[in-house]
């Protein structure tokens, strides 16, 4: 197969539409039939003046800390239709290197990525004093450990919702796909495309756990919250990116179907 390790593999993306166009097109180029499918939607915040306003006074605030590339598009888009620069005293902090990139492609300069890519450690690392300010961005379905963790250790935590996420038809579409025709993997990149897809295989009746190992589709996760969601969701893990971004889950990809018969 050469240069196209995957070819003639389908795979489902599961991703948001605004988000899976890079990652459609990796899968592509590697010989994959892609299949869009996104099982959620991402929507401003009904109310958009609390993020407005923390990003009007970035520049009082000593840390920004990203947790997805969505908070860094929403608040991106906030920061430019006021006109505004990235402040010089602002130190800026993501969750892991699929962030700091969206960050860097933003124009700003990331100063803090943890050891690991999950809030939780984030806010455990993160080298905030004592009454320093940090504002957060978040989805409306971000958990509060990392947080928890900053407030813990004594930070102003500022966080304003920086977009929603809703269901999509995409996680109907998953169901049909795997009535319809055979499938070598779904992959997923939050916990809310989990929940969604599941919950469309559950009202279905179709459990993947129930099929044989070498006939199912791989379930393939972007990081370890997100493969906590598949597992809770009473999904089977294949295999989970060594990197929490895109390259991570196409080696994973990689790891996992190569070795795969093609007469599966």
């Known amino acids: 197969m050469g240069d196209r390790p995957l070819l003639g593999r389908r795979i489902v993306v599961t991703r948001s539409a605004q988000q899976s166009a890079g990652l459609l097109e990796t899968l592509r180029a590697l010989g994959a039939i892609p299949i869009a499918a996104p099982a959620i939607?991402?929507?401003?915040?009904?109310?958009?003046?609390?993020?407005?306003?923390?990003?009007?006074?970035?520049?009082?605030?000593?840390?920004?800390?990203?947790?997805?590339?969505?908070a860094v598009s929403a608040l991106n888009d906030a920061r430019r239709s006021l006109g505004l620069a990235w402040p010089a005293r602002l130190r800026i902090a993501?969750?892991?290197?699929g962030t700091a990139r969206a960050l860097e492609d933003a124009g700003a300069e990331v100063a803090f990525v943890p050891t690991r890519a999950l809030g939780e450690v984030l806010g455990h690392e993160l080298p905030v004093a004592?009454?320093?300010s940090v504002l957060w961005p978040h989805g409306?379905?971000?958990?509060?450990?990392?947080?928890?963790?900053?407030v813990a250790r004594g930070a102003l935590v500022t966080a304003p919702v920086a977009y929603r996420t809703v269901s999509d038809a995409g996680s109907l579409g998953v169901v049909e796909i795997l009535r319809d025709g055979h499938i070598d993997a779904i992959t997923?990149?939050?916990?809310?495309?989990v929940r969604h897809v599941a919950e469309g295989l559950t009202a279905a009746g179709i459990?993947?756990?129930s099929l044989d190992a070498g006939t199912r589709?791989?379930?393939v996760c972007i990081g370890p919250v997100t493969a906590e969601a598949a597992r809770s969701a009473g999904l089977p893990v294949d295999a989970v990116a060594a990197t929490h971004d895109d390259a991570g889950l196409v080696d994973a990809l990689l790891r996992s179907l190569t070795p795969r018969s093609m007469a599966v």
């Open 41 to 70: 939607r991402l929507m401003p915040p009904e109310d958009l003046t609390p993020l407005l306003e923390a990003v009007r006074h970035l520049d009082t605030f000593d840390w920004l800390v990203c947790t997805s590339g969505n």
């Open 94 to 97: 993501a969750v892991g290197s």
């Open 130 to 132: 004592p009454g320093e």
């Open 140 to 150: 409306d379905l971000a958990g509060p450990a990392m947080h928890d963790g900053l």
């Open 188 to 193: 997923f990149t939050s916990g809310s495309t």
């Open 207 to 209: 459990g993947l756990d």
């Open 217 to 219: 589709p791989l379930i």
